[in-house]
DNA sequence: CCTTTTTGATAAAACGTTTTATCATGTTTG
DNA sequence: CAAACATGATAAAACGTTTTATCAAAAAGG
């Protein structure tokens, strides 16, 4: 059993209240002798508040909850190296919850970290669907602590958000096939229903039809965001298509794409040209390094939660949308299209 | 602010005691009527029990907490991954603490948890320097819950753990390459304090000795674990040794270290074969695959969770250590020795 | 009809803090 | 010397639960 005010005042034969104020140093009128009695004994029996009781009383925990689909993932362990940095200078902890990208997980989620009394959320928005939004927007609006959406803003929501401009950044990244001389390009997409698909997936129609390309519906593969999925999508594109290019919606998927390919002994990027999303870090050391959109996971998670941290100091103020701007990074995973080929 | 049990005993005109009796399914005599009303009332309201207030007073919070060195770090978010499943599937809720390696984080996130009334520990002990052990044995000894280390097993902690034969590990690594006829081969340790940098350096020390191979010194570069560190070490065996091979203690480094040989245009595994430890995801998809020892993340975070609950569901119950055997992938990036360069 | 038992419900203490209001002392002051 | 004021400390309520012991009323038994 830990040890307690109320063994601190028994030792030192004072009132449970003068050990409590002289050890939160607050304002009060207290002997020298008492005082140092008081912080010395503390020190000896190596006393540490109890955060339950104190978070009770105080309404504040100094925690912050973290929603997250799949800590395993480089762009959400890295997000969360940020966020946790940035949390751990203030003296604040997280509480992880992963979802796997399961939509019921999160909503438990969101009533595990209320029941917690955590000082705010960061979540992770991937797996909402905006179809049924209404539903999360009324649980999410039920959290009377600041919730920080990442990678997604949602109106509805009314809280700040920080995000990629995906749509950007989907079409840069097909841009530069289009640039490259490419017309068949295949997209390998993530969920349908999370919304920075369907961002990138617009960022991609924006980039085709501004090129005056056609969009056939069967250039689009849904994949999960995870590697498995991609090397499955990569598979059906062979099947199905002529593509000399394919657009990954993220870096895990390419990973799995070309691990198909490289199955099919399909060269990239002299047979087919391929181009990620997240710039994780080992994207670059690939067999074939890898052409893809950067995405600043560290920094984005500093930021969401240095405006968590603003917004647990100073309940009311104003909400904030903070968006980062993307960029492609040209690596050797992508190249000019080949000479019609057939 | 949240709904409480007393804004439910006000609206029904019950008591406090009988809405938390029916409510926590205890066996008591309570009308049909009454127990319906309150239970209707409760979900109407969207009850959720104020879990600052029950861990007070059950003594029992349903978390735990997780001393992780680098989240980011592909096999510590893996390890954190299988925790997080297990725990999950138990409605237990996971605080994540960060080290950065620093041990003086360590010791604090140690007092933090205490704090925090975290029903058991799970501890990646990596930043523990066996030196003051004594320290921080002392310090582990004070916390009431069961801690579990992982990574590595200390006897004076006389807590479970769940650890990797890292000597095993680091032996068949280092056999292998011999194997293949090398005998100038360089090591690129973590930093010398921690454990599993000794254990894996037992290994190699044995692996060498068995052989009849000298141990230079200035063949072991010291190493952080991270990509740059590996790169830097590259650098340096470049400089002073003529090593045909190099064991990295862990993958991250070994990649660091093909970038360092890449930049100078020396081939992989034709002038110097390397070898990496944790098999993480991407070390197969690198441009040249990576030998490596397989170090199942996953599995050690699951197992390590399970030891947790055991022993939270039944204090008292042995310590246990759990031993995984490694064994060797081999890759591409090691080969037999060219015939005698000079 | 009085005692015992059952039924349905509650009061109160406890968990470990924080914080406000209060209370004895002793010391000035007019 | 009484009145006012400092000084050093404390009691008690509150936070939201759980749990034990208790209580009143109704039903059953003799």
Redesign the interface.
């Known amino acids: 059993?830990?040890v307690t005010l109320k063994d601190i005042a028994r030792k030192t034969n004072l009132s449970v209240t003068t050990v409590s104020l002289v050890l939160n140093k607050k304002p009060c009128r207290v002997s020298e002798n008492t005082r140092d009695l008081i912080l010395k004994t503390a020190e000896e029996m190596?006393y540490?508040?109890?955060?339950?009781?104190v978070?009770?009383v105080k309404q504040q925990?100094n925690?912050v909850g973290?929603i997250i689909p799949?800590?395993?993932n480089?762009f959400y362990?890295?997000l969360?190296?940020g966020i946790?940095?940035e949390m751990?200078s203030h003296n604040k902890?997280?509480?992880?919850?992963?979802t796997d990208f399961d939509a019921g997980?999160l909503v438990r989620g969101i009533?595990?970290l209320?029941?917690?009394?955590v000082d705010a959320i960061i979540l992770t928005a991937a797996s909402l669907s905006p179809k049924n939004l209404s539903l999360y927007s009324d649980l999410i609006r039920?959290v009377?602590v600041p919730v920080i959406t990442v990678d997604h803003y949602y109106p509805e929501l009314n809280c700040s958000a920080v995000q990629l401009n995906n749509r950007k950044g989907a079409y840069i990244a097909v841009k530069h096939l289009i640039n490259y001389g490419h017309t068949d390009i295949a997209c390998i997409t993530g969920p349908k229903h999370s919304t920075v698909t369907l961002e990138r997936l617009e960022g991609y129609r924006l980039a085709m039809k501004e090129a005056g390309l056609p969009l056939p519906e069967k250039y689009m593969f849904c994949g999960n965001y995870r590697?498995e999925g991609g090397a499955k999508a990569a598979e059906e594109i062979l099947q199905s298509t002529k593509a000399t290019a394919i657009f990954s919606f993220n870096d895990v998927m390419a990973?799995g794409a070309?691990?198909t390919l490289k199955k099919h002994s399909i060269s990239i990027p002299d047979d087919i040209s391929i181009v990620g999303f997240d710039n994780i870090?080992?994207s670059g050391?690939?067999?074939?390094?890898l052409t893809t959109v950067n995405q600043p996971a560290?920094e984005i998670g500093q930021e969401a939660a240095r405006q968590a941290l603003q917004e647990i100091a100073h309940p009311g103020v104003e909400k904030r949308t903070i968006t980062f701007e993307p960029h492609l990074i040209i690596r050797d995973s992508t190249k000019a299209r080949a000479a019609v080929k057939d």
Chains 1, 2 share one sequence.
């Open positions: 059993m830990s190596n540490y508040p109890n955060q339950l009781a978070g009770l925990t925690t973290l799949d800590i395993s480089h362990s890295n969360a190296l946790d940095a751990n902890n997280i509480i992880l919850l992963n997980k009533n595990v209320k029941s917690r009394g039920s009377s590697q990973m070309c691990q870090d080992f050391m690939l067999a074939v390094p560290y």
